[in-house]
Every structure is written in structure tokens, then in C-alpha cells.
């Protein structure tokens, strides 16, 4: 069974930084193409990032390049986000995974002052 389950939501200050996992189980992540997305108050899913399978491909959105960071550890079969110079509008519940596997439960992330 493909289970994805991310932690590390926080709330934190403008300028401050965050680290998100996503713990994965019944596949290997390694193998997929992993996706962050993240849906903020009263609005739809955006695409935040991506890391390719295998390689070490990653993609962002204008809004978070430079300042986010996706990565693997493929011991922990675990996918990470760090962000950085965090933002009122990075404010979201983020999700890991992709359209073929599902999507975690997501985790929040608050960026307050």
C-alpha cells in the first residue's frame, strides 16, 4: 500500500526557514518523480517543486526558486522541502506526492509575525 506521510509543519517568522518531510512507504521514491504542492487559505492546489526520478533534476515555481530547496534521501525513502526566507504568502498546507501514486494528508505551514 503507497503511503505518503508528511511532518514538520510550523509556525514561524517572515524570514525564517522550515524543513518538511515526507516519509514514504510501499514504493520507492527514488523511482517516481516526487511533487510538492501546496493549497493556501481560500485557494486552489499550487505546484511548488519538483525532483525528478533518478537524477537529480529539480524544478520550482517563480515563487519559492531560491528560497526552496527539494531533496531525497533515498535510505529514508524520505522527501524533504527546505524552505527558506519564508514569506506571509508561503503560508499553505503542503503536500507531497504525485498523480499517479496519491497525495499525503498534508501538513501546514503559517508564516506569521
Known amino acids: 500500500e503507497v503511503q505518503l506521510v508528511e511532518s514538520g509543519r510550523g509556525l514561524v517568522q517572515p524570514g525564517g526557514s522550515l524543513r518538511l518531510s515526507c516519509a514514504a512507504s510501499?514504493?520507492?521514491?527514488?523511482?517516481?518523480?516526487m511533487t510538492w504542492v501546496r493549497q493556501a487559505p481560500g485557494k486552489g492546489l499550487e505546484w511548488v517543486s519538483r525532483?525528478?526520478?533518478?537524477?537529480?533534476?529539480?524544478f520550482y515555481s517563480d515563487s519559492v526558486k531560491g528560497r526552496f530547496t527539494i531533496s531525497r534521501d533515498n535510505a529514508k525513502n524520505t522527501l524533504y522541502l527546505q524552505m527558506n526566507s519564508l514569506k506571509f504568502e508561503d503560508t499553505a498546507v503542503y503536500y507531497c506526492?504525485?498523480?499517479?501514486?496519491?497525495w499525503g494528508q498534508g501538513t501546514q505551514v503559517t508564516v506569521s509575525s
Open positions: 506526492g504525485n498523480l499517479g501514486l496519491g
Open positions: 525532483l525528478d526520478s533518478g537524477g537529480d533534476n529539480t
Open positions: 510501499g514504493f520507492t521514491v527514488s523511482s517516481y518523480g
